[in-house]
């Protein structure tokens, strides 16, 4: 027994490659000798290796049994050792398992998709941005980095963690920001001082736009002065914290119903949406545009942040026009071809 213990003991320190190799170098050769053994038994040597794993499974199905003396010692061999091996095995793979559930809770696994969507810091506006993202894209993946020790979405499996902090490097790299659609990056709501806020900010921007210039970068700034110097750095673009919630609360109190018509525009998950449509080369003017767009139950709203269009029908449409509507998702989809 004392015996038993210590090699059992001295197994589990071995490393999973190593483990591998010993029992599936222990299976072949209980196999050969097996089939040596009872050639007249087994007939092929795979016969030989299915009867191995059967009685390691202690499956047993019966099709397959030894019947002379020294088989039979083999089989009883398999009992005692084989089967101790496979439960090693099956123990070591239960162990990685949760140890990568622990590593994944942890922040510590890097992260190999594709068009994905950053969120740099957590905090309630990120909780917000997540259903809005998984609302306009259900099988998109979201990698959230913020410099506490615990995912705070665990339970969603499209989201992932990176624990550290947001301008290293290192972490912008587990975070696989190269391949990333976008990155949003919110205010860091433990620090007090809205300048140090801003500059914790606009040192996470500098460092993704120096790693991945390409990817669309979104910042939410707390001092309305601090624009300019998140310009100079390419971001391309910007938010006003609060300011966008006390725009809203006054035209509510001075324009009733005003602000649930833009609550709706802000948010997938409640009426109507804005969508980027493709221009149809039939359409010459705004104006055809217009009409043609109506027809289909879309209003023409602007060309990139052009909001006066509707008072332009009779121009021409520009080739780099980028023309956006107000419609619901199915007529959008339509009127794309998607």
């Not at 119903?257 to 409640?270: M, P």
Request: glycine share 6%.
């Amino acid at each position: 027994m004392h015996f038993l213990l210590r090699v059992s003991t001295r197994l589990m320190r071995l490393r999973k490659k190593t483990i591998g190799l010993i029992i599936f170098l222990f299976i072949v050769v209980s196999a050969t000798i097996a089939y040596l053994l009872e050639p007249d038994t087994f007939q092929s040597w795979f016969n030989a290796f299915y009867w191995v794993m059967t009685t390691m499974a202690t499956v047993g199905y019966g099709d397959y049994f030894a019947k002379t003396v020294a088989g039979k010692v083999l089989t009883m061999f398999l009992y005692i050792f084989g089967i101790g091996l496979l439960s090693l095995v099956i123990g070591k793979i239960i162990d990685s398992i949760a140890e990568i559930q622990r590593q994944r809770g942890a922040g510590t696994l890097s992260f190999r998709g594709k068009e994905h969507v950053v969120l740099i810091n957590w905090n309630k506006k990120t909780q917000a941005a997540v259903d809005e993202i998984l609302c306009y894209s259900p099988k998109c993946h979201i990698v959230i980095i913020d410099e506490s020790n615990r995912h705070p979405l665990e339970h969603m499996e499209q989201v992932h963690f990176i624990s550290g902090d947001p301008s290293a490097d290192d972490i912008l790299l587990k975070a696989n920001i190269h391949e990333a659609k976008t990155a949003i990056i919110f205010g860091d709501a433990r620090i007090d001082e809205a300048a140090l806020i801003d500059g914790k900010s606009l040192l996470v921007a500098s460092s993704i736009e120096r790693i991945a210039p390409h990817v669309h970068t979104t910042v939410e700034i707390m001092q309305e002065k601090n624009i300019q110097n998140f310009r100079h750095v390419h971001v391309n673009d910007f938010v006003l914290s609060h300011d966008a919630i006390s725009r809203l609360a006054v035209r509510a109190a001075l324009q009733e119903g005003n602000s649930e018509v833009i609550t709706q525009l802000l948010s997938r998950q409640h009426g109507d949406d804005i969508y980027e449509i493709p221009v149809n080369e039939a359409w010459i003017t705004y104006g055809d545009a217009f009409q043609a767009l109506l027809s289909q139950g879309a209003t023409l709203l602007a060309d990139g942040n052009d909001l006066s269009i509707n008072r332009k029908l009779s121009e021409p449409i520009p080739k780099e026009a980028r023309l956006y509507v107000v419609a619901d998702e199915t007529t959008y989809k339509r009127i794309a071809g998607k």
